[in-house]
Structure formats: C-alpha cells, structure tokens
C-alpha cells in the first residue's frame, strides 16, 4: 500500500454533486423535468438524495439548486443518460434549466470526530 493512501473509500457507488442555473421564468417546467427525470432515475437505482435551493435574484451566474444524486454505479448513470424516456424529455429541459455542472465522485465513510 502506497503511504498516505486514501483508504477511507465506502463503496463504488457514484455520486454526482449537480450545480443547476433555472431560468427564473420556467420554474413549472423545471420542476416538472426534475419530477420525471427522478422517475426515470429510480429504475436504475438512481436517487437525487438531497436538493439544496440558493436565492440569488440578482445573480443569473450562480446556481440556483444543488442536488446530491447517487447510483449503485457508472453504468447505472450511463444506461439512465440513455433512457429514451429522458431523452424524450430534452425540449423541456432545455427550456428550463440554462446551465449544468456536474462532478463526479464516490461516498467517503465520514470523520469520526467522538
């Protein structure tokens, strides 16, 4: 084992960190989007485990939601991101979300701070 190496690593499971800047004027639409692809998500075992909402009105350069999303696996996002029932819903999307960032990464066991 290399020194220093990260061994702290949990599980292969994928976990996105998701930065989304909405357009202000579509929010039915977002939602709806979000709705269905959270659907569509959960057939591959995919989850967006938490959503985090950032009031920025007079900041269209910032993000307006965080999601937290996970699936059992790489593959698992790849076969949703080709599901033709999301692909289905790219016009909506489009519409209401101007700007996505996503990172990639894999759970960590937490600091065991007692």
Do not use: C
Not at 3 to 26: A, F, K, Q
Not at 68 to 91: K, N
């Amino acid at each position: 084992m290399i020194p220093n190496e990260v061994t702290r690593t949990v599980s292969i499971r994928l976990t996105l960190v998701v930065l989304l800047s909405i357009d202000p004027e579509r929010a039915d639409e977002f939602e709806q989007f979000e709705s269905s692809a959270a659907t569509i998500m959960k057939r591959y075992g995919g989850k967006i485990e938490r959503r985090v909402r950032f009031e920025s009105p007079d900041d269209s350069s910032r993000p307006q939601e965080l999601h937290v999303v996970t699936f059992p696996d790489h593959e698992s996002f790849e076969r949703y991101r080709r599901d033709p029932d999301l692909q289905a819903l790219a016009a909506l999307r489009a519409k209401a979300i101007r700007r996505t960032v996503v990172w990639e990464g894999v759970d960590l066991s937490p600091f065991d701070v007692s």
